[in-house]
């Protein structure tokens, strides 16, 4: 199976930054893309930042400018730079990562178990 840790979050005041870590570990043949998800209290999930395994990326609106994703494909990890980080960006972050197995070479899609990032006025 592939399974996936996240680290990095934490408090932080506004206008402040975070790198957001996550490994990849397990049976892994290929990691297609890796994503970073977040989720506020009373919100749905929704997407923050994609990467393809080309490295073409794509962003929220509400984080262009301010974030950053990349990934090491060595290290099977993806990284999140958050930058002039704001109140509305208190969430639980989740990392995604899509791909095929190296059992059989199945696809497979994994979350990560959270990480919450806490941006304090």
């Known amino acids: 199976q592939v399974q996936l840790v996240e680290s990095g979050g934490g408090l932080v005041q506004a206008g402040g930054s975070l790198r957001l870590s996550c490994a990849a570990s397990g049976m892994i043949f290929r990691i297609n893309d890796m994503g970073w998800y977040r989720q506020a209290p009373g919100k749905q999930r929704e997407l923050v930042a994609h990467?393809?395994?080309?490295?073409?990326?794509n962003y929220a609106d509400s984080v262009k400018g301010r974030f950053t994703i990349s990934r090491d494909n060595a290290k099977n990890t993806v990284y999140l730079e958050m930058n002039s980080l704001k109140p509305e960006d208190t969430a639980v972050y989740y990392c995604n990562a899509g791909g095929l197995t190296s059992f059989l070479v199945k696809p497979f899609e994994v979350w990560g178990q959270g990480t919450l990032v806490t941006v304090s006025s």
């Open positions: 990467i393809i395994s080309s490295g073409s990326t």
